[in-house]
């Protein structure tokens, strides 16, 4: 990955501009190009996620009751299934009958897309929220 | 309204910025300003969108099977209740029994989206969806 | 197209179904079934436009500044290159300088993108929102 | 939170329901009282973080360049102001650059987003995602 940076000039609408500068004052950014190169890549990694054999990185949230059996069967068929594509999980108690689970995935989009499906379909899972995230190289 | 530009430099990694030129060039951008005002542009009408007493412009589409008859009279009675706010319908026949509506609105956010709502609770309505636009003054 | 309805039961946790059915009352639904045919509608549509060769209906909704003769052009070409697939315009003045537009377009999920894409591309187009509806048949 | 089911009956066009019956058949899902809940309970959770006081839980993905010092002072600092609302936090080494965190966040809606704006302002932070789960207990 190259960290080089290429400067080149944007011309923008003065007032467009000042309701940017105030939009990236509030969300607490420095200066413009890292919020532009924010935009940018935020872009990139949707158009990404549209082509289901790209390489990439994404998290699994689920909020599930732990007191259905069939999650843990689901989450180790997975692993069987997707061994190498589940990087890793962490579990948080939520209160005495919920937890939710983050499941780091890296493999084809189209994969990612499959067991977070699963996951959802699964008895006791009340949501499933798949994060878009990326591998960072190409970004 | 100023059409003045301002223009300034951006830094972006390199890498980053062919990936996006490519980008931009795919989707048919003449030059990386105008594709970076858009997405200024869309992040700005969406913070705008969460302000529920913000006066901004919106499209609604509807698709609904015209054989039944309350969605005429909940156009109607919308039109009594929000007047003013709905500046004009266009109208498709898309088949025998389908049409396509599309409803320009001008209001308050909170109001264009009841209006939306209203229009998808309607009996023989099928697919109601809300296009956040703006008003292209602030833009 | 059937209208023919088909009942059957469903199960829902009692405070799910409790909190569905304020929101539902909120949003002006008469009915459970309206409802979830709704929600049931939405994932329909929203998987059916990730295939690209599938035959479908949208709106394009597009904020413009109306001195920039580009747009004229571009519109003009739009029509000449896919003709067929842009049923209806609608156009409304929002102020001196702004306009907005409404496309109805019919085709595949691919080109009704293209169309989408380049007109955001385009000099003095604002904002360019593609809604995702569908031909009502399959609905 | 109570796990007593309610039956209702539902009324569903016939050929919306075969295509229904597909799709989840396509997600793995055993059957439809499962699918629905779940479409109920993605629109509360949609609403629920409309309202910014509303307390609940969600995960924040970023990806990050960790050789920017800047990422593990700005983490440390909303560790202090947000001390008791990050819950836990997963890392993982995507490669000899990148770096992969999620946050798991509990708190009032506006204070979650204001964390994740926080994070994707920091330099060296490429991508921060809000994931918008839910407590589970209102599910």
Chains 1, 2, 3, 4 share one sequence.
């Not at 500068?21 to 969300?27: A, S, V």
Request: proline share 1%; with cysteine; hydrophobic share 35%.
């Amino acid at each position: 990955m190259s960290h080089h940076l290429t400067r080149f000039g944007v011309a923008v609408p003065e007032n467009l501009l000042s309701k940017f500068d105030r939009l990236i004052k509030e969300k607490g950014y420095g200066n413009r190009s890292k919020a532009l190169c924010d935009l940018i890549r935020q872009k990139i990694v949707e158009q990404d996620w549209n082509l289901s054999d790209k390489e990439t990185v994404g998290t699994i949230t689920i909020v599930y009751n732990h007191s259905f059996r069939e999650i843990a069967d689901t989450l180790n068929h997975l692993q069987h299934h997707y061994y190498s594509q589940i990087i890793s999980n962490l579990h948080v108690h939520l209160d005495l009958h919920n937890c939710l689970e983050v499941l780091v995935v890296k493999g084809k989009v189209k994969n990612i897309k499959k067991i977070s499906d699963r996951l959802m379909a699964t008895k006791g899972v009340k949501q499933a929220s798949l994060c878009m995230a990326g591998t960072g190289k190409e970004l």
